[in-house]
Nanobody
Framework: QVQLVESVGGLVQAGGSLRLSCAFS????????MGWFRQAPGQERERVAT?????SYADSVKGRFTISRDNAKNTVYLQMNSLKPEDTAVYYC?????????????WGQGTQVTVSS
């Protein structure tokens, strides 16, 4: 069974930086597409960034956030720069095997990121 463990988030001032990591275990990491999602209070969970053979970003974070993976360490990262108060949310790591309706999805427990103005 896939397990995902996110690093502790934190409190950061606007304009600051933070790096999240997500440790993957239980299966072959390189077979999985990885992603970061976030959910702010009262809002739906939204995609932030994904990485498989390429990377993809939400428009709201393009140019500020960078997703990367280290297949040797079974870890995916999210480097967040120029943080804004609107980036405040619980951030979730996600692993996906396959595509479409038959894809398998696994989620981490989430980690709180708070950006103060």
């Amino acid at each position: 069974q896939v397990q995902l463990v996110e690093s502790v988030g934190g409190l950061v001032q606007a304009g600051g930086s933070l790096r999240l990591s997500c440790a993957f275990s239980g299966r072959t990491f390189s077979n999985y597409a990885m992603g970061w999602f976030r959910q702010a209070p009262g809002q739906e969970r939204e995609r932030v960034a994904t990485i498989s053979w390429s990377t993809s970003y939400a428009d709201s974070v393009k140019g500020r956030f960078t997703i990367s993976r280290d297949n040797a360490k079974n870890t995916v990262y999210l480097q967040m720069n120029s943080l804004k108060p609107e980036d405040t949310a619980v951030y979730y790591c996600k692993a996906r095997l396959g595509v479409g309706v038959s894809a398998l999805h696994y989620w981490g427990q989430g980690t709180q990121v708070t950006v103060s103005s």
